[in-house]
């Protein structure tokens, strides 16, 4: 079965510093990776996502991602932090079915 | 912005009442979402439409009942609802669930946030 792990429920950073949001997979077969942001009150937006290819993906807002298949992680960066990047993130991994099967989600809280 | 347009984005309803929620999408894309998501939880699917035609129901109570009028909408009518169904209420959109077409990106709407009295 598919599934993903975000180890951290909450991630705290000054603003100006490089953030790093973690994300690890379990999957059979090639990952198709997600990372979405909800900010309060909100739906959640596309960031950016893994298919093949480049293993530094980059999306919105200035944010990357980072796919290693050894450590079978796919961690959200950003090397400087805004104080509007505070939010709930999540990782996700779509299956067979098209199912997106999520993290729990790491609440984000950059500091001025 | 997000291209998934839902409405009511508010909706407070009693027990017994009959509402709908309603979603729209300008895309092109030919498969539809429900989700359903509590506070600081992550989104749980309910109800994926393909192609017009239910694909997917993750074993949603019956009380909840899915419609797709076209390939453009999506409908979640609502009766009969308990507490607990309070949530916020997600409509998605993506390119068809053809198989290889996994790596298409679904695209969520702001939600419609249900309160059941």
């Known amino acids: 079965a598919q599934s993903v792990a975000q180890p951290e429920d909450q991630v705290n950073v000054a603003e100006g510093n490089p953030l790093t949001v973690k994300c690890t997979y379990s999957?059979?077969?090639?990952?198709?990776l997600f990372w979405y942001v909800q900010y309060p009150n909100r739906g959640l937006q596309f960031l950016l996502k893994?298919?093949?290819?480049?293993?530094l993906v980059k999306g919105s807002y200035g944010f990357e991602a980072e796919f290693n298949k050894s450590q079978t992680s796919f961690h959200l960066k950003k090397p400087s932090a805004l104080v509007s990047d505070s939010a709930l993130y999540f990782c996700?991994?779509?299956?067979?079915?098209?199912?997106?099967?999520f993290g729990q989600g790491t609440t984000l809280q950059v500091k001025p | 912005d997000t291209e998934v347009t839902q409405t009511p984005k508010h909706l407070v309803m009693g027990m017994t009442n009959k509402k709908s929620l309603k979603c729209e999408q300008h895309?092109?894309?030919?498969?539809m979402y429900w989700y359903k998501q509590k506070a600081k939880k992550p989104p749980e699917l309910m109800f994926v439409?393909?192609?017009?035609?239910?694909?997917i129901n993750e074993s949603v109570p019956s009380r909840f009942s899915p419609e797709c009028p076209n390939s453009s909408l999506l409908n979640l009518h609502l009766h009969a609802l308990q507490p607990e169904d309070s949530a916020l209420y997600l409509c998605?959109?993506?390119?068809?669930?053809?198989?290889?077409?996994?790596?298409?990106?679904?695209?969520f709407g702001e939600g419609s946030w249900l309160t059941v009295v």
């Open positions: 998605a959109s993506s390119q068809g669930l053809v198989r290889k077409m996994a790596g298409n990106t679904i695209y």
């Open positions: 895309m092109g894309h030919r498969a």
């Open positions: 996700a991994v779509r299956d067979s079915r098209g199912k997106l099967i």
């Open positions: 999957v059979s077969g090639n990952p198709y």
């Open positions: 893994y298919i093949t290819g480049d293993n």
């Open positions: 439409y393909s192609y017009e035609k239910l694909s």
